[in-house]
């Protein structure tokens, strides 16, 4: 089954404690990114990744950091988690397509609901 | 900077009324648009695309027109049901040089029997 997965579902930590939020996918694709959920806020990227070893940031990316090692991993890595990054955090990938890498539909993992005490 | 902005909710209809999410955006280029929905304690899902000026897209009864003129992605559906209660985003995938989405801030549907 194609699917996005993440790990832990449910995270409870406490501020300044390293915490890895990882993420897989088996559709071969070669777009990934980090979404972070508020409440009136939507969806903000916080990372992205074109490919092996290609990452960018997106619109909220302080506190965080990414790798891409692998094409079907990237995980999300909060070195010192602060209160604020409490949030519910989701996974997505797409393929992209033609020669300029047009982004396709993404396909979202089940989210990862963080609490930083 | 790109962005979306879609109307506020929550929207509460009952069954078989008739639904519409407005979704305007600013974007230098040409974006693809999308709307994505989000049932509870789940993620998001594709509900409907449109990639140039004038595409509708459509799916599960839900329609969605990409107007250049306007700047807007509206959703629309002729009658909802209650498993239709959501929430429902719209975002688009920017072309300017960077490689992000964007997406609104999201509107909760609920339909009552």
């Known amino acids: 089954e194609a699917q996005v997965t993440q790990n832990p579902r449910y995270l409870i930590t406490v501020t300044g404690k390293k915490l890895t939020v990882t993420c897989s996918q088996n559709?071969?694709?070669?777009?990934m990114s980090w979404y972070r959920q508020d409440p009136g806020l939507g969806l903000r990227q916080i990372y992205y990744?074109?490919?092996?070893?290609?990452?960018d940031k997106g619109d909220v990316p302080e506190g965080y950091k990414v790798s891409r090692k692998e094409k079907r991993n990237f995980p999300l890595i909060l070195e010192s988690p602060s209160p604020n990054q409490t949030s519910l955090y989701f996974c997505?990938?797409?393929?992209?397509?033609?020669?300029?890498?047009?982004?396709?539909?993404?396909?979202f993992g089940p989210g990862t609901r963080l609490l930083v005490l | 900077g790109d962005s979306v902005t879609q109307m506020e909710g929550p929207v509460t209809l009952s069954e078989e009324a008739f639904l519409t999410i407005n979704c305007t955006y600013t974007a230098t280029g040409y974006p693809s648009l999308f709307w994505y929905v989000q049932y509870p304690g789940e993620g998001l899902q594709l509900l409907l695309k449109a990639t140039k000026a004038d595409d509708k897209g459509s799916n599960k009864g839900f329609e969605a027109t990409y107007r250049k003129e306007t700047t807007s992605f509206h959703l629309e559906k002729g009658s909802v049901q209650v498993s239709d209660s959501a929430v429902y985003f719209c975002?688009?995938?920017?072309?300017?040089?960077?490689?992000?989405?964007?997406f609104g801030t999201g509107t909760r549907l609920k339909v009552l029997a």
């Open positions: 559709m071969n694709h070669e777009y």
């Open positions: 997505a990938s797409s393929p992209l397509t033609g020669t300029s890498g047009k982004k396709e539909t993404q396909y």
């Open positions: 990744s074109m490919n092996v070893e290609v990452t």
């Open positions: 975002a688009l995938s920017t072309t300017s040089g960077t490689y992000k989405y964007i």
